[in-house]
């Protein structure tokens, strides 16, 4: 019996991973039934499968696995700061100075936590980079979005409906600084150690600063895409909606429409993201003394989410 695993060797066999690595169903996996599923696929990798597993089965197992177990450590991610789990809250209509500190805030704490939980863990990363990855992450959110809500406001010959505009694109700029500030501090670490390399049987090969490198600007490269469709698609779309008289009858219908619209747009932003490059990536011009330990011409690395 083997599973009929999708190939990650193209951008559709990645999206489709990752549409079952967010599934939100796998947030409330219990204990019991993720260790079964650990179990289970033990059992396929010694060739002990009870009679009646079917590849479905083994298929379910390893969606669940991969949802919540670090593929480095083999612990359980938390619950909130899987990939399944997320905070949108950047787009509210009219937002204060106060709202628009706290969401950031929120924001950034959350994707802090996120870039810790999903990091290459092959080597310890100490308490400190978390701490200065969080700090600098959300000074430079909240100092971006504020200081672009002055200008705008100062802006005397914007139109008010021009303004309002503007103002629900404010987020992206800043999120998508922020998001590239707070994976490098928070991973900062890897650069300075290296992350452990592959060799084509898993073994371990080395540690390589120049694999660490890849790792990094390839997930930065994905926390730039991934609030594009999110905070671009939004306002245009809700620009469009609110003048239905629908919706301009009916006021309190904007906010749950406007929610409805993010979420759409995030979940369909968060997988193409992710999806840009593997989890596992390959990299084959090295420092030279790990090409010396090994025969691979191309060794593979855990990129991280």
Not at 105 to 111: A, E, G, I, V
Not at 293 to 298: F, H, L, S, V
Request: proline content about 6%; glycine content about 4%.
């Amino acid at each position: 019996m083997c599973i009929s695993f999708v190939s990650q060797n193209t951008f559709f066999g990645r999206f489709r991973h990752f549409l079952d690595v967010i599934d939100p169903s796998t947030l409330f996996v219990t204990e019991k039934r993720l260790r079964e599923c650990v179990e289970l696929l033990d059992h396929f990798k010694q060739g002990t499968l009870p009679l009646g597993v079917t590849d479905a089965q083994l298929w379910q197992a390893q969606k669940i696995k991969q949802a919540i177990i670090h593929p480095d450590t083999g612990e359980k991610i938390l619950m909130p700061f899987r990939m399944s789990g997320s905070v949108v809250g950047l787009l509210l209509p009219n937002q204060t100075l106060a709202s628009t500190v706290f969401w950031q805030w929120l924001n950034q704490s959350h994707n802090a936590c996120v870039n810790y939980s999903n990091r290459n863990a092959s080597k310890p990363a100490p308490a400190s980079k978390f701490l200065q990855g969080y700090l600098g992450a959300v000074t430079s959110a909240v100092s971006i979005a504020v200081g672009l809500n002055v200008l705008i406001q100062r802006a005397s010959r914007f139109s008010p409906t021009t303004r309002l505009l503007v103002q629900r694109f404010i987020p992206f700029p800043a999120v998508a600084s922020a998001n590239v500030c707070n994976v490098v501090l928070m991973r900062h670490s890897e650069l300075s150690e290296g992350i452990s390399v592959l060799d084509n049987n898993g073994n371990v090969v080395g540690t390589s600063k120049v694999a660490a490198r890849h790792a990094l600007l390839e997930t930065a490269l994905t926390r730039v895409v991934m609030p594009m469709p999110i905070l671009v698609l939004p306002p245009l779309i809700m620009s469009a909606l609110e003048k239905l008289p629908l919706l301009q009858r009916q006021k309190r219908l904007v906010l749950p429409v406007h929610s409805l619209v993010c979420l759409a747009a995030f979940s369909l932003a968060l997988p193409l993201a992710i999806s840009l490059f593997p989890q596992m990536s390959q990299v084959h011009h090295l420092e030279p003394e790990i090409t010396m330990a090994t025969d691979c011409k191309i060794v593979t690395y855990n990129k991280g989410l």
